[in-house]
């Protein structure tokens, strides 16, 4: 258990509205990510931040904008939220010394 | 980018049967882990692998680091029924600021009691 919490877990909302979903850690961990999972594609890394204010694109970013301003909180918003965007978004913590991700429970975000 | 292909798919296997299951990759990896998910949950980590031709248990389970660094397996013996779940592969390639796992696309379990 790395003490990864997300917020909210599910939530349903409408077409370009903006969405932010949060990911906190106790764990003092430098590495966050995002990921986002979809039936036959597995787990597709949208963005990750390498330390506070330091981030990165994954392979699926467009669409979404991150932003981490202290160590335990990393964000993942969707400006204008689209139906292809409807999808179980997952953080991950990277432990330190380690390549080794943990992952938090989950957001079912549903785009209607 | 990086390619991983697991297999198989899925599995339907009698509960006490063995299973097994793997990835290939197209490129070398650094580090290898195995990810088990339960419906409605996180993945949850399984075993970590570090170095070619490391194999490695956690109780019924066995992984291995293939010796091209291209390559894992996972074994699980006797299986019970909440061994059900998705199991992933995932392979680790990049250091500096690039720690960045890639995924397989998972392999489906089903264990009939």
Known sequence: DAGITQSPRHKVTETGTPVTLRCHQTENHRYMYWYRQDPGHGLRLIHYSYGVKDTDKGEVSDGYSVSRSKTEDFLLTLESATSSQTSVYFCATLAGGTDTQYFGPGTRLTVL | ?113
């Open chain 2, 1 to 113: 980018g990086q390619q991983l292909n697991q297999s198989p798919q899925s599995m339907f296997i009698q509960e006490g049967e063995d299973v097994s299951m793997n990835c290939t990759s197209s490129s070398i990896f650094n580090t290898w882990l195995w990810y088990k998910q339960d419906p409605g949950e996180g993945p949850v980590l399984l075993i970590a692998l570090y170095k070619a031709g490391e194999l490695t248990s956690n109780g019924r389970l066995t992984a291995q680091f293939g010796i091209t660094r291209k390559d894992s397996f996972l074994n699980i013996s006797a299986s019970i029924p909440s061994d059900v779940g998705i199991y992933f592969c995932a392979g680790q390639y990049g250091g500096g600021s690039n720690y960045k796992l890639t995924f397989g696309k998972g392999t489906l379990l089903t264990v009939n009691p």
